[in-house]
Nanobody, 130 residues
Framework: QVQLVESGGGLVQAGGSLRLSCATS????????LGWFRQAPGKERESVAA????????YYVNSVKGRFTISRDNAKNTVYLQMNSLEPEDTAVYYC???????????????????????WGQGTQVTVSS
C-alpha cells in the first residue's frame, strides 16, 4: 500500500509563501506521475499542478501560473509545491496524488483529473488571510 503524507500547510498573510511537501512510501516513486489538488469549502476538488514521471512535463491551472511551482525529488521520494504570492482565494485543503505507470509508458504525460489518480494523501490546510 502506497502512503502519501503532506506537510507544510499553515496560516499565511496574503502575499506570503508556503512550500508543501508530499513524502511517499515504497520504492516506486520514480514510476509515478504526480499531482497537487485543492478543495475549498463548498467547491469541487480541482487540479492545481501536475508533473510527469519524467519531470519534463508540467501543468498548472491558470489561476496559479507564475506563482506556484511543482517539483519532484526522486532521491527523496518527495514532490513539492512552492506557493508564492498567495491570495485569499488559494485557501483550501491541498492534496497530493500519485499514479503508478508502466515501465513502458513514455513518462511524458501529465494527469489532471481526479479519477486519474489512485493514491492520495490526507490533505494539508492552507489558509491565506487578507
Amino acid at each position: 500500500q502506497v502512503q502519501l503524507v503532506e506537510s507544510g500547510g499553515g496560516l499565511v498573510q496574503a502575499g506570503g509563501s508556503l512550500r508543501l511537501s508530499c513524502a511517499t512510501s515504497g520504492r516506486a516513486f520514480s514510476t509515478y506521475a504526480l499531482g497537487w489538488f485543492r478543495q475549498a469549502p463548498g467547491k469541487e476538488r480541482e487540479s492545481v499542478a501536475a508533473i510527469s514521471r519524467s519531470g519534463s512535463e508540467i501543468y498548472y491551472v491558470n489561476s496559479v501560473k507564475g506563482r506556484f511551482t511543482i517539483s519532484r525529488d526522486n532521491a527523496k521520494n518527495t514532490v513539492y509545491l512552492q506557493m508564492n504570492s498567495l491570495e485569499p482565494e488559494d485557501t483550501a485543503v491541498y492534496y497530493c496524488a500519485a499514479r503508478s505507470l508502466s515501465p513502458f509508458d513514455s513518462g511524458l504525460y501529465v494527469y489532471t483529473r481526479r479519477s486519474d489518480y489512485v493514491y492520495w494523501g490526507q490533505g494539508t490546510q492552507v489558509t491565506v488571510s487578507s
